[in-house]
């Protein structure tokens, strides 16, 4: 018989917001980092409009990177491209925490954790999101610190930046900015393929 499908569950977390903003997702087994990284921007609500890195510790405590490497994706790249690498052979539950770093500029750091190795369900479509939440931050806000300034901006409307800021995050979001609201069967996920496809063309 064929060895059964299997799925990993991960709950992604946005370090240094509060209240906290996460995802709970599930991904084939089969993903490759790239996979990965395509699935958490679509969970979170990023756009996907800055470089990442998953960081790790192999069994043997170095440190890895995963992500695009320079220009020539030269595999002695200190990153290694995410693409070529399956996270079944560097994650386990006995070592269930990693980080993933979205644009290295406003510095968006995100715990992810394997909760589960779980049969897939015949019937269901993976990558899915089941729980999250908390809206995601709009891209290019400043980071964590930005965010909470952001957020008190809004949370004034006598501030003498208010109009400005609302309307800059309801042009980011395209329509109205409710930092509270998330809904997982609002997510729809790329397929990783498509993206690469998209973003580096025949490379």
């Known amino acids: 018989m064929p060895p059964k499908k299997q799925v990993y569950q991960f709950k992604v977390t946005l370090k240094d917001v509060k209240p906290p903003i996460w995802r709970r997702i599930q991904v084939p087994s089969t993903y490759s980092f790239w996979d990965l990284h395509v699935a958490i ?28 490497p320079g220009e020539e994706f030269d595999d002695d790249d200190d990153i290694l491209p995410g ?11 006995a070592r269930p925490a990693f980080e993933y770093v979205y ?8 715990k992810v ?20 939440r908390r809206a995601c931050p709009p891209e290019d806000c400043g980071g964590p ?9 809004l949370g004034d409307p006598a501030h003498v ?6 309307a800059w995050v309801e042009s980011m979001k395209e329509g109205p900015f409710d ?18 496809d998209l973003a580096f063309g025949d490379t």
């Not at 644009?103 to 995100?110: A, I, M, V």
């Not at 610190?145 to 901006?153: A, F, H, I, N, R």
Request: with cysteine; hydrophobic share 35%.
């Open 179 to 196: 930092p509270e609201a998330f809904d997982p069967s609002s997510v729809e996920f790329w397929n990783p393929k498509e993206r690469f």
């Open 41 to 68: 921007q679509d969970a979170m609500g990023w756009l996907d409009y800055h470089l990442h890195e998953f960081r790790i510790k192999d069994v043997n405590g170095q440190m890895l990177s995963f992500g695009i």
């Open 83 to 93: 693409w070529k690498h399956k996270i079944s052979k560097y994650l386990s539950l």
């Open 161 to 166: 930046g208010y109009e400005d800021m609302k």
């Open 145 to 153: 610190w930005g965010y909470e300034e952001l957020l008190q901006v």
């Open 103 to 110: 644009d290295f500029s406003d510095d968006w750091r995100h």
């Open 113 to 132: 954790e394997l909760e589960a190795v779980l049969p897939a369900e015949p019937k269901a479509t993976y990558p899915c999101c089941i729980k999250g």
